[in-house]
């Protein structure tokens, strides 16, 4: 058994390298080389079969002395460099040979090698590219690695499934996909992948493992989706908190999953937490439209208009064929410009998302609180009137379905001015219109008078 830090270790790592100096004794007198540096030169090459690395350097050492412009001297004593684990002596070989001779690809291969060991990625594509044969598996891969680590996944992708087509039964590269798309925040096609690996090998524990974690996650997500498509929000918001909890690592799944999460709280008309999400979302995240236009709708729901107006125009400039959002922002608007007039929930009292019986309740509170009856000062009478007819008015809007869905869009059904062909407004009333009523009905028209002692 070979221990691994003995010289044949290392000859074995450069095996690939050791098969292109057979071919290069053929190529001396390319170089024109003279006698003496040929002698070193083979001599130095029985030495490295050998294992003698020590002097095996020394020969080649004398052969790159004997003819500075001799580019397989260079690389033949990278190659004992190599052996010997000196990877920093080889490089600068290896950079000479490629300058003495620019088509040299095994020279051009090894030096993307070291450079990718050494983090130097730029310089290490930059030779991959040069090299790289759109047939070649392993060039591929190697190519891989290098946009692995320098932060373009995408690419990475791209070049690991020519590969994938290219090797047979090539499973870590199938691994390696799905583990791509899995850090991208792609589960679905994660899963795709991670199954094609299990194809080749059923047995295989790394693509097993995985696909078990993004099984977990894909079947979790798919179930807050059809909870969400039934309304049934709050269960939904429940399955992506489990989301986080399953896969806390990677930061995509937290932003997704908090995003939907958002998403929920509004369509619940859950303002406050919905809020809370979605500007969390947006710290992560400043430019995601589906945050920024749940977040307005929280904030309509909060009253906030210009608050929504912001989310809606940002989130257009990043979408403006967006018909909701362009809806939105209309609404908003008039929502804003009818908060600056008579706002029917604050009359009452009522969130925007009240329930009827919570508007009914606030208006027997009010009318009970109002009534003019209650008042003897002149002054103080016609104050309640002009507060008994706004709080009358608002429980007439809003106890009706259709009234109150026409003010929240923005439009008061009972302001002559917003209603369309001009004219009178049938549904405005004096003081004297609403006399005799019972404040405790939930409906109209008044029956009788009501009195106050």
Request: proline share 3%; charged share 35%.
């Amino acid at each position: 058994m070979v221990a691994p830090g003995s010289v044949t270790s290392r000859l074995g790592s450069v095996f690939p390298f050791l098969l292109v100096l057979v071919d290069l004794q053929y190529e001396g007198a390319e170089c024109g080389v003279n006698a003496d540096v040929e002698k070193h030169l083979e001599l130095g090459k029985k030495l490295l079969a050998a294992g003698q690395l020590a002097d095996a350097l020394s020969q080649f050492h004398a052969a790159v002395d004997g003819d500075p412009d001799n580019y397989i001297a260079y690389y033949r004593r990278a190659t004992v460099f190599l052996a010997m684990g000196k990877s920093k002596a080889a490089l600068p070989d290896l950079t000479k040979v490629i300058e003495l001779k620019m088509d040299f690809t095994a020279a051009r291969l090894q030096r993307g090698h070291l450079l990718l060991k050494q983090g130097k990625l730029d310089e290490a594509e930059d030779d991959f590219k040069k090299v790289v044969c759109v047939w070649d598996a392993e060039l591929r891969e190697l190519r891989a690695e290098c946009f692995i680590k320098e932060g373009e996944p995408r690419k990475a992708i791209s070049d690991l499934k020519a590969a994938s087509k290219l090797k047979n039964d090539n499973t870590e590269a199938f691994y390696k996909i799905s583990i791509l798309y899995y850090q991208l925040g792609d589960h679905e096609l994660s899963l795709s992948e991670v199954r094609e690996c299990l194809k080749l090998d059923q047995d295989h524990k790394r693509c097993f493992a995985h696909y078990k974690q993004v099984k977990k996650l894909n079947k979790l997500i798919e179930s807050a989706e059809e909870l969400i498509r039934d309304g049934r929000y709050t269960d939904a918001t429940s399955k992506y908190e489990s989301v986080m909890k399953t896969e806390p690592s990677i930061v995509e799944y937290t932003v997704r999953s908090k995003e939907r999460i958002c998403h929920c709280f509004s369509k619940d008309e859950k303002p406050v937490e919905a809020i809370r999400v979605c500007s969390e979302v947006l710290q992560m995240e400043p430019d995601n439209v589906n945050a920024l236009k749940d977040r307005a709708e929280a904030y309509l729901i909060e009253e906030m208009y210009d608050e929504a107006i912001q989310d809606y125009e940002t989130a257009q400039e990043h979408n403006e064929n967006d018909q909701q959002i362009r809806e939105g922002l209309e609404k908003a608007q008039r929502l804003l410009k009818q908060s600056q007039k008579r706002d029917y929930y604050k009359i009452l009292g009522v969130k925007r998302n009240a329930k009827k019986q919570e508007i009914i309740k606030a208006y027997r509170k009010l009318a009970l609180q109002w009534h003019p009856d209650n008042f003897q000062n002149e002054e103080e009478k016609k104050k309640a009137e002009k507060k008994f007819i706004d709080i009358a008015a608002a429980k007439e809007v809003l106890s009706d379905p259709e009234m109150r869905k026409k003010f929240d869009d923005g439009e008061d059904p009972l302001d002559a001015e917003s209603q369309q062909g001009g004219g009178g407004n049938p549904f405005h009333r004096s003081w004297n219109s609403w006399q005799g009523f019972n404040p405790f009905s939930s409906g109209g028209p008044f029956r009788f008078k009501f009195h106050f002692n």
